[in-house]
Nanobody, 124 residues
């Protein structure tokens, strides 16, 4: 089992950057593929990015490709999301999620563990 805690959210102007972090508990972090999702007010939670447990491969939603970068440090049980060139459409609560081994899924149902979320607000 793994517990996830996000941090790094906040208020930023359009065009700015933020770096989100997700700290995971447990000694088997390296076995989990990790994902970031986001949920804007009145909208469904949507996939943002994912990184494989095992070979470092990544996947991104088209809306963030080229602007966001997901990375992980297994020694620190941490996954990060570097967000650049932010715009108002990126405003949402961002959630970290974990999938044992995993397949870089974009589906919420494939992730068994979730953090509580961190708010990102981009002012235009």
């Amino acid at each position: 089992q793994v517990q996830l805690v996000e941090s790094g959210g906040g208020l930023v102007q359009a065009g700015g950057s933020l770096r989100l972090s997700c700290a995971a508990s447990g000694r088997t972090f390296s076995r989990y593929s990790m994902g970031w999702f986001r949920q804007a007010p009145g909208k469904e939670r949507e996939f943002v990015a994912a990184i494989s447990c095992c070979d470092g491969s990544t996947s991104y939603a088209d809306s963030v490709k080229g602007r966001f970068t997901i990375s992980r440090e297994n020694a620190k049980n941490t996954v990060c999301l570097q967000m650049n060139s932010l715009n108002a459409e990126d405003t949402a609560v961002y959630y970290c999620a974990a999938e044992l081994f995993g397949r870089l899924s974009r589906l919420r149902r494939d992730y068994g563990y979730w953090g509580q979320g961190t708010q990102v607000t981009v002012s235009s």
